[in-house]
Protein backbone atom coordinates (compact mmCIF):
# COMPACT_ATOMS: atom_id res chain seq x y z
CA UNK A 1 0.00 0.00 0.00
CA UNK A 2 1.56 3.50 -0.84
CA UNK A 3 1.90 5.73 2.34
CA UNK A 4 -0.07 8.88 2.44
CA UNK A 5 2.11 12.13 2.84
CA UNK A 6 2.56 14.52 5.45
CA UNK A 7 -0.53 16.47 5.58
CA UNK A 8 1.51 19.80 5.77
CA UNK A 9 2.46 19.30 1.96
CA UNK A 10 -0.31 19.86 -0.70
CA UNK A 11 -2.43 16.71 -0.82
CA UNK A 12 -3.86 17.20 -3.65
CA UNK A 13 -2.82 18.15 -7.40
CA UNK A 14 -4.70 20.96 -7.34
CA UNK A 15 -3.17 22.27 -4.11
CA UNK A 16 0.33 22.07 -5.93
CA UNK A 17 -1.12 23.35 -9.19
CA UNK A 18 -2.15 26.36 -7.04
CA UNK A 19 1.67 26.71 -5.65
CA UNK A 20 3.24 27.14 -8.85
CA UNK A 21 0.58 29.59 -9.83
CA UNK A 22 1.98 31.88 -7.31
CA UNK A 23 5.70 30.82 -8.31
CA UNK A 24 5.92 30.67 -11.70
CA UNK A 25 6.85 34.17 -13.84
CA UNK A 26 2.85 34.92 -15.16
CA UNK A 27 4.51 34.43 -18.60
CA UNK A 28 5.72 31.16 -17.99
CA UNK A 29 2.77 30.58 -15.84
CA UNK A 30 0.45 31.55 -19.73
CA UNK A 31 3.21 29.09 -21.42
CA UNK A 32 2.31 26.23 -19.49
CA UNK A 33 -1.38 26.81 -18.76
CA UNK A 34 -2.38 28.38 -21.83
CA UNK A 35 -4.76 25.99 -24.45
CA UNK A 36 -5.97 27.79 -27.79
CA UNK A 37 -9.15 30.07 -28.49
CA UNK A 38 -11.85 29.71 -26.13
CA UNK A 39 -10.30 27.00 -23.73
CA UNK A 40 -12.90 25.06 -24.26
CA UNK A 41 -10.55 22.03 -24.73
CA UNK A 42 -8.46 22.44 -21.63
CA UNK A 43 -11.59 22.61 -19.51
CA UNK A 44 -13.51 19.69 -20.95
CA UNK A 45 -10.45 17.57 -21.13
CA UNK A 46 -10.53 18.28 -17.40
CA UNK A 47 -14.40 18.44 -16.52
CA UNK A 48 -15.17 15.02 -19.05
CA UNK A 49 -14.11 12.68 -16.25
CA UNK A 50 -16.64 13.88 -14.43
CA UNK A 51 -19.11 11.95 -16.77
CA UNK A 52 -18.26 8.82 -15.89
CA UNK A 53 -19.21 7.58 -12.53
CA UNK A 54 -17.64 4.00 -10.88
CA UNK A 55 -19.37 1.18 -10.09
CA UNK A 56 -17.71 -0.35 -6.95
CA UNK A 57 -17.50 -3.78 -6.15
CA UNK A 58 -17.36 -5.03 -2.35
CA UNK A 59 -16.17 -8.35 -0.39
CA UNK A 60 -13.28 -9.04 -3.44
CA UNK A 61 -10.45 -9.30 -1.01
CA UNK A 62 -8.46 -5.92 -1.82
CA UNK A 63 -5.96 -7.03 0.66
CA UNK A 64 -3.10 -7.07 -2.56
CA UNK A 65 -3.92 -4.31 -5.14
CA UNK A 66 -1.29 -4.21 -7.68
CA UNK A 67 -0.90 -0.93 -9.56
CA UNK A 68 1.85 -2.22 -12.06
CA UNK A 69 1.38 -2.33 -15.67
CA UNK A 70 3.68 -3.78 -18.43
CA UNK A 71 4.23 -1.63 -21.56
CA UNK A 72 6.38 -2.98 -24.64
CA UNK A 73 7.09 -6.00 -22.08
CA UNK A 74 8.23 -3.29 -19.94
CA UNK A 75 7.25 -2.52 -15.80
CA UNK A 76 5.86 0.69 -14.12
CA UNK A 77 5.29 0.26 -10.94
CA UNK A 78 1.39 1.79 -11.70
CA UNK A 79 0.28 3.34 -14.99
CA UNK A 80 1.31 6.62 -15.14
CA UNK A 81 4.55 8.38 -16.91
CA UNK A 82 5.00 11.89 -17.66
CA UNK A 83 4.15 13.31 -20.86
CA UNK A 84 6.70 15.80 -23.17
CA UNK A 85 6.44 19.39 -22.64
CA UNK A 86 8.78 21.68 -23.83
CA UNK A 87 11.26 24.10 -21.84
CA UNK A 88 10.77 22.72 -18.56
CA UNK A 89 13.87 24.41 -17.29
CA UNK A 90 11.49 27.41 -17.24
CA UNK A 91 9.83 26.07 -14.24
CA UNK A 92 12.91 26.55 -12.77
CA UNK A 93 15.50 23.61 -10.32
CA UNK A 94 16.84 21.55 -13.31
CA UNK A 95 13.57 21.02 -15.56
CA UNK A 96 14.18 17.98 -17.54
CA UNK A 97 16.78 16.44 -15.14
CA UNK A 98 14.23 16.71 -12.43
CA UNK A 99 11.40 15.72 -14.45
CA UNK A 100 13.67 12.37 -15.18
CA UNK A 101 15.05 11.63 -12.25
CA UNK A 102 11.61 11.57 -10.59
CA UNK A 103 9.88 9.45 -13.09
CA UNK A 104 12.95 7.19 -12.57
CA UNK A 105 12.59 7.20 -8.71
CA UNK A 106 8.96 6.38 -8.76
CA UNK A 107 9.16 3.34 -11.51
CA UNK A 108 7.54 4.51 -14.29
CA UNK A 109 8.88 6.66 -17.19
CA UNK A 110 9.38 9.89 -19.20
CA UNK A 111 9.25 11.23 -22.61
CA UNK A 112 11.40 14.34 -23.53
CA UNK A 113 10.59 16.75 -25.60
CA UNK A 114 12.52 17.82 -28.77
CA UNK A 115 12.18 21.39 -27.74
CA UNK A 116 13.83 20.68 -24.31
CA UNK A 117 15.65 23.04 -21.94
CA UNK A 118 18.29 19.91 -21.54
CA UNK A 119 19.42 17.94 -24.37
CA UNK A 120 19.01 14.23 -25.22
CA UNK A 121 22.51 13.10 -23.41
CA UNK A 122 22.38 15.26 -20.72
CA UNK A 123 18.86 14.02 -19.49
CA UNK A 124 20.04 10.60 -20.05
CA UNK A 125 23.33 10.53 -18.36
CA UNK A 126 21.70 12.38 -15.51
CA UNK A 127 19.39 9.13 -14.64
CA UNK A 128 20.65 6.04 -12.60
CA UNK A 129 20.77 2.54 -14.67
CA UNK A 130 18.08 0.74 -12.86
CA UNK A 131 16.50 -3.05 -13.10
CA UNK A 132 16.27 -3.68 -17.33
CA UNK A 133 12.83 -5.10 -16.46
CA UNK A 134 11.79 -1.15 -16.69
CA UNK A 135 11.79 0.67 -19.44
CA UNK A 136 14.45 3.77 -20.69
CA UNK A 137 12.92 7.17 -21.76
CA UNK A 138 11.15 7.84 -25.19
CA UNK A 139 11.99 11.04 -26.82
CA UNK A 140 9.64 13.38 -28.97
CA UNK A 141 9.80 14.20 -31.93
CA UNK A 142 8.60 17.28 -34.11
CA UNK A 143 9.50 16.93 -37.85
CA UNK A 144 11.14 19.89 -39.00
CA UNK A 145 11.32 21.29 -42.98
CA UNK A 146 15.34 20.46 -42.09
CA UNK A 147 14.74 16.64 -41.99
CA UNK A 148 18.61 16.31 -41.62
CA UNK A 149 18.25 18.40 -38.37
CA UNK A 150 15.44 15.64 -37.53
CA UNK A 151 17.49 12.93 -38.47
CA UNK A 152 20.38 14.11 -35.94
CA UNK A 153 18.21 14.14 -33.61
CA UNK A 154 16.96 10.82 -34.38
CA UNK A 155 20.43 9.12 -34.57
CA UNK A 156 21.61 10.44 -31.09
CA UNK A 157 18.49 9.37 -29.10
CA UNK A 158 19.13 5.94 -30.29
CA UNK A 159 22.38 6.31 -29.30
CA UNK A 160 21.92 7.55 -25.96
CA UNK A 161 19.77 4.64 -25.35
CA UNK A 162 16.13 5.92 -25.73
CA UNK A 163 13.87 3.69 -26.00
CA UNK A 164 10.79 5.14 -28.15
CA UNK A 165 10.48 7.57 -30.25
CA UNK A 166 7.25 9.60 -30.49
CA UNK A 167 6.25 11.30 -33.49
CA UNK A 168 3.95 14.31 -32.57
CA UNK A 169 1.58 14.67 -35.45
CA UNK A 170 -1.16 17.08 -34.47
CA UNK A 171 0.44 20.38 -34.51
CA UNK A 172 1.99 21.33 -38.16
CA UNK A 173 1.54 24.90 -37.48
CA UNK A 174 0.90 26.18 -33.26
CA UNK A 175 -2.08 26.71 -32.26
CA UNK A 176 -4.01 30.24 -31.43
CA UNK A 177 -2.75 30.87 -27.88
CA UNK A 178 -4.37 34.21 -27.18
CA UNK A 179 -2.40 34.31 -23.60
CA UNK A 180 0.84 33.61 -25.18
CA UNK A 181 0.02 36.35 -27.71
CA UNK A 182 -0.15 38.86 -24.92
CA UNK A 183 2.04 37.17 -22.62
CA UNK A 184 5.01 36.06 -25.13
CA UNK A 185 7.45 33.92 -23.85
CA UNK A 186 11.24 35.34 -24.37
CA UNK A 187 13.46 32.38 -23.30
CA UNK A 188 16.16 33.94 -20.72
CA UNK A 189 19.44 34.16 -21.74
CA UNK A 190 20.76 30.99 -19.88
CA UNK A 191 18.26 28.95 -21.07
CA UNK A 192 18.27 27.13 -25.23
CA UNK A 193 16.84 24.91 -27.02
CA UNK A 194 19.34 21.94 -26.09
CA UNK A 195 18.85 19.63 -28.45
CA UNK A 196 19.23 22.59 -31.55
CA UNK A 197 22.60 23.63 -30.47
CA UNK A 198 21.72 26.81 -28.65
CA UNK A 199 18.81 28.22 -30.52
CA UNK A 200 17.10 30.96 -28.70
CA UNK A 201 13.52 30.72 -29.30
CA UNK A 202 9.67 30.61 -27.55
CA UNK A 203 7.52 28.73 -29.69
CA UNK A 204 9.95 27.27 -32.88
CA UNK A 205 11.02 30.22 -34.49
CA UNK A 206 12.05 33.40 -32.99
CA UNK A 207 9.40 32.68 -30.33
CA UNK A 208 6.16 34.94 -31.44
CA UNK A 209 6.72 34.61 -35.00
CA UNK A 210 3.77 32.97 -35.91
CA UNK A 211 1.78 33.85 -33.18
CA UNK A 212 2.22 37.03 -33.95
CA UNK A 213 1.67 37.07 -38.39
CA UNK A 214 -1.35 39.44 -38.45
CA UNK A 215 -2.68 37.44 -42.04
CA UNK A 216 -2.82 33.91 -43.31
CA UNK A 217 -0.21 35.70 -46.13
CA UNK A 218 2.08 36.91 -43.73
CA UNK A 219 2.14 33.61 -41.42
CA UNK A 220 2.60 31.44 -45.10
CA UNK A 221 5.80 34.04 -45.62
CA UNK A 222 7.21 32.86 -42.46
CA UNK A 223 6.80 29.83 -42.72
CA UNK A 224 8.52 29.54 -46.28
CA UNK A 225 10.91 31.62 -45.07
CA UNK A 226 11.93 29.74 -41.54
CA UNK A 227 10.62 26.29 -43.00
CA UNK A 228 13.71 24.29 -42.17
CA UNK A 229 13.28 25.54 -38.66
CA UNK A 230 9.55 24.39 -37.93
CA UNK A 231 7.61 21.35 -37.82
CA UNK A 232 7.47 19.72 -41.57
CA UNK A 233 3.44 20.89 -42.86
CA UNK A 234 3.61 18.35 -45.34
CA UNK A 235 4.29 14.88 -43.93
CA UNK A 236 1.86 12.35 -44.42
CA UNK A 237 1.24 9.17 -43.39
CA UNK A 238 2.45 7.70 -46.78
CA UNK A 239 5.73 9.01 -46.29
CA UNK A 240 6.44 9.79 -42.48
CA UNK A 241 6.49 6.78 -41.07
CA UNK A 242 8.50 4.77 -43.65
CA UNK A 243 11.11 7.44 -43.28
CA UNK A 244 10.97 7.56 -39.46
CA UNK A 245 11.54 3.94 -39.89
CA UNK A 246 14.40 3.58 -42.27
CA UNK A 247 15.82 6.34 -39.43
CA UNK A 248 15.42 3.83 -36.52
CA UNK A 249 15.29 0.36 -35.00
CA UNK A 250 13.60 2.38 -31.60
CA UNK A 251 9.41 1.50 -31.15
CA UNK A 252 7.85 4.17 -33.20
CA UNK A 253 4.76 5.95 -32.01
CA UNK A 254 2.68 8.51 -33.26
CA UNK A 255 1.11 11.44 -30.94
CA UNK A 256 -2.10 13.18 -31.33
CA UNK A 257 -4.26 10.69 -32.43
CA UNK A 258 -8.29 11.64 -31.97
CA UNK A 259 -10.24 9.32 -34.14
CA UNK A 260 -11.02 5.94 -35.67
CA UNK A 261 -9.61 6.85 -39.60
CA UNK A 262 -6.51 8.05 -38.08
CA UNK A 263 -5.84 4.97 -35.59
CA UNK A 264 -6.32 2.64 -38.46
CA UNK A 265 -4.26 4.49 -40.95
CA UNK A 266 -1.74 4.54 -37.92
CA UNK A 267 -1.69 0.61 -37.86
CA UNK A 268 -1.64 0.39 -41.54
CA UNK A 269 1.30 2.47 -41.54
CA UNK A 270 2.69 0.50 -38.89
CA UNK A 271 3.12 2.41 -35.96
CA UNK A 272 4.29 0.46 -32.94
CA UNK A 273 1.90 2.58 -30.36
CA UNK A 274 -0.64 5.27 -30.81
CA UNK A 275 -0.59 8.13 -28.03
CA UNK A 276 -4.85 9.63 -27.83
CA UNK A 277 -3.79 13.08 -26.87
CA UNK A 278 -5.53 16.63 -27.87
CA UNK A 279 -2.07 18.35 -26.78
CA UNK A 280 -3.45 19.41 -23.53
CA UNK A 281 -6.11 21.43 -25.33
CA UNK A 282 -3.26 23.32 -26.83
CA UNK A 283 -3.85 22.62 -30.60
CA UNK A 284 -7.05 23.24 -32.19
CA UNK A 285 -9.85 24.49 -29.71
CA UNK A 286 -13.41 23.09 -30.56
CA UNK A 287 -11.73 19.39 -31.31
CA UNK A 288 -12.74 16.55 -29.06
CA UNK A 289 -12.19 15.75 -25.45
CA UNK A 290 -9.53 13.16 -25.34
CA UNK A 291 -11.34 10.65 -22.94
CA UNK A 292 -14.40 11.01 -25.90
CA UNK A 293 -12.25 10.07 -28.36
CA UNK A 294 -10.52 7.08 -26.78
CA UNK A 295 -13.29 4.44 -26.93
CA UNK A 296 -13.42 4.25 -30.95
CA UNK A 297 -9.88 4.48 -30.74
CA UNK A 298 -9.54 1.71 -28.42
CA UNK A 299 -11.96 -0.52 -30.42
CA UNK A 300 -10.27 0.42 -34.15
CA UNK A 301 -6.51 -0.87 -32.27
CA UNK A 302 -8.46 -3.80 -30.64
CA UNK A 303 -5.31 -4.56 -28.63
CA UNK A 304 -2.87 -4.94 -31.73
CA UNK A 305 -0.31 -2.19 -29.68
CA UNK A 306 -0.33 -0.39 -27.18
CA UNK A 307 -2.65 2.28 -26.68
CA UNK A 308 -1.42 5.28 -24.30
CA UNK A 309 -3.67 8.45 -23.04
CA UNK A 310 -2.76 11.96 -22.10
CA UNK A 311 -5.26 14.61 -21.11
CA UNK A 312 -6.93 16.33 -18.61
CA UNK A 313 -5.71 14.07 -15.87
CA UNK A 314 -5.63 15.18 -12.17
CA UNK A 315 -6.79 12.57 -10.22
CA UNK A 316 -5.79 8.70 -9.70
CA UNK A 317 -9.64 8.08 -10.41
CA UNK A 318 -8.91 9.99 -13.42
CA UNK A 319 -6.42 7.54 -14.85
CA UNK A 320 -8.83 4.57 -13.41
CA UNK A 321 -11.37 5.75 -15.99
CA UNK A 322 -8.84 6.30 -19.20
CA UNK A 323 -7.85 2.36 -18.11
CA UNK A 324 -11.64 1.47 -17.97
CA UNK A 325 -12.58 2.49 -21.32
CA UNK A 326 -8.64 0.92 -22.37
CA UNK A 327 -5.59 2.61 -22.39
CA UNK A 328 -2.92 0.97 -21.30
CA UNK A 329 -0.97 3.53 -19.84
CA UNK A 330 -1.88 7.61 -19.24
CA UNK A 331 0.39 10.35 -19.07
CA UNK A 332 0.87 13.46 -17.43
CA UNK A 333 1.50 16.84 -18.82
CA UNK A 334 0.99 19.80 -16.75
CA UNK A 335 0.57 18.46 -13.41
CA UNK A 336 4.65 17.39 -13.65
CA UNK A 337 5.59 21.25 -14.55
CA UNK A 338 3.43 22.19 -11.34
CA UNK A 339 5.39 19.66 -9.03
CA UNK A 340 8.38 20.83 -10.69
CA UNK A 341 7.86 24.30 -9.76
CA UNK A 342 6.67 23.31 -6.20
CA UNK A 343 9.92 21.80 -5.41
CA UNK A 344 11.99 20.31 -8.46
CA UNK A 345 12.42 16.48 -8.32
CA UNK A 346 10.72 16.19 -4.87
CA UNK A 347 7.81 17.97 -6.74
CA UNK A 348 7.76 15.48 -9.35
CA UNK A 349 7.79 13.04 -7.07
CA UNK A 350 5.33 14.36 -4.85
CA UNK A 351 2.90 15.12 -8.07
CA UNK A 352 3.44 11.01 -8.98
CA UNK A 353 2.91 9.82 -5.37
CA UNK A 354 -0.48 11.59 -5.10
CA UNK A 355 -1.75 9.81 -8.36
CA UNK A 356 -0.10 6.86 -7.57
CA UNK A 357 -1.89 6.27 -4.15
CA UNK A 358 -5.44 7.90 -5.36
CA UNK A 359 -5.13 5.08 -8.24
CA UNK A 360 -4.60 2.79 -5.82
CA UNK A 361 -7.49 3.50 -3.49
CA UNK A 362 -9.73 4.01 -6.33
CA UNK A 363 -8.62 0.17 -7.34
CA UNK A 364 -9.18 -0.97 -3.89
CA UNK A 365 -12.71 0.93 -3.18
CA UNK A 366 -13.67 -0.39 -6.47
CA UNK A 367 -12.81 -3.91 -5.74
CA UNK A 368 -10.04 -4.93 -8.31
CA UNK A 369 -6.71 -6.11 -7.26
CA UNK A 370 -4.79 -5.68 -10.73
CA UNK A 371 -5.28 -3.56 -13.46
CA UNK A 372 -6.27 -6.12 -15.81
CA UNK A 373 -9.28 -6.11 -14.21
CA UNK A 374 -10.37 -2.44 -14.86
CA UNK A 375 -12.60 -2.56 -17.73
CA UNK A 376 -15.97 -0.91 -18.80
CA UNK A 377 -18.07 -2.89 -16.67
CA UNK A 378 -16.53 -0.60 -14.18
CA UNK A 379 -17.95 2.93 -15.21
CA UNK A 380 -21.45 4.18 -15.70
CA UNK A 381 -22.88 7.09 -17.21
CA UNK A 382 -24.22 10.05 -15.32
CA UNK A 383 -27.46 9.73 -16.24
CA UNK A 384 -30.52 8.57 -13.83
CA UNK A 385 -31.60 5.28 -15.33
CA UNK A 386 -34.42 3.36 -13.47
CA UNK A 387 -32.65 2.61 -10.33
CA UNK A 388 -28.87 2.92 -10.81
CA UNK A 389 -26.84 4.49 -13.05
CA UNK A 390 -26.65 3.72 -16.94
CA UNK A 391 -24.00 1.07 -17.71
CA UNK A 392 -21.85 2.36 -20.67
C1 LIG B 1 3.84 23.60 -21.45
C2 LIG B 1 3.57 22.42 -22.35
C3 LIG B 1 4.49 22.12 -23.34
C4 LIG B 1 4.25 21.03 -24.18
N1 LIG B 1 5.19 20.68 -25.09
C5 LIG B 1 5.00 19.59 -25.86
C6 LIG B 1 6.01 19.17 -26.75
O1 LIG B 1 7.10 19.75 -26.82
N2 LIG B 1 5.75 18.10 -27.51
C7 LIG B 1 4.55 17.41 -27.45
O2 LIG B 1 4.34 16.44 -28.18
N3 LIG B 1 3.60 17.77 -26.57
C8 LIG B 1 3.80 18.83 -25.78
N4 LIG B 1 2.84 19.18 -24.87
C9 LIG B 1 1.62 18.35 -24.74
C10 LIG B 1 1.81 17.23 -23.71
O3 LIG B 1 2.69 16.25 -24.19
C11 LIG B 1 0.48 16.54 -23.37
O4 LIG B 1 -0.11 16.09 -24.55
C12 LIG B 1 -0.49 17.40 -22.59
O5 LIG B 1 0.18 18.28 -21.72
C13 LIG B 1 -1.43 16.52 -21.77
O6 LIG B 1 -2.36 17.29 -21.10
P1 LIG B 1 -2.24 17.73 -19.56
O7 LIG B 1 -1.27 18.85 -19.52
O8 LIG B 1 -3.63 18.14 -19.24
O9 LIG B 1 -1.78 16.52 -18.77
C14 LIG B 1 3.06 20.25 -24.04
C15 LIG B 1 2.17 20.57 -23.01
C16 LIG B 1 2.41 21.64 -22.18
C17 LIG B 1 1.42 21.94 -21.08
C1 LIG C 1 4.74 24.40 -33.75
C2 LIG C 1 5.42 23.55 -32.71
C3 LIG C 1 5.79 24.33 -31.47
C4 LIG C 1 6.04 23.43 -30.33
C5 LIG C 1 6.20 24.13 -29.02
C6 LIG C 1 6.17 23.20 -27.86
C7 LIG C 1 4.83 22.61 -27.64
O1 LIG C 1 4.55 21.53 -28.08
C8 LIG C 1 3.83 23.32 -26.88
O2 LIG C 1 2.71 22.80 -26.73
O3 LIG C 1 4.08 24.45 -26.42
Redesign the pocket.
Known amino acids: MPADGDDASPITIAEVKDIARKRLPNNVWQ ?1 YETGTDDEFLVERNEAIYKELLLRPKFLRNVRDVDTSTTVFGKHYDFPIAIAPS ?1 YQRLAGHQGEVDIARAAFALGTNLCL ?1 S ?1 ATTSIEDTANALDSRDSKYPNPWFQL ?1 VLGNRNASADLIRRAEAAGYEALVL ?1 AD ?1 P ?2 GNRLHERKHALVMPDHLSMANYAGRKAG ?2 SKGRLLLNAATAKEAQDIIAEHSPA ?2 DTSMHWDEVIPWLRSQTKMKVLVKGILTSEDAHLALNAGVDGIVVSN ?1 GG ?1 ALDGSVSTLEALPEIVDAVRGRVPVIFDGGIRRGSDVYKALALGADLCLVGRPALWGLSYNGQKGVEHVLHILEREFWRTMTLTGVVNVKQINRTMLGKAKIHGFGIAKL
Open positions: YASNYTMVLAVLPHR
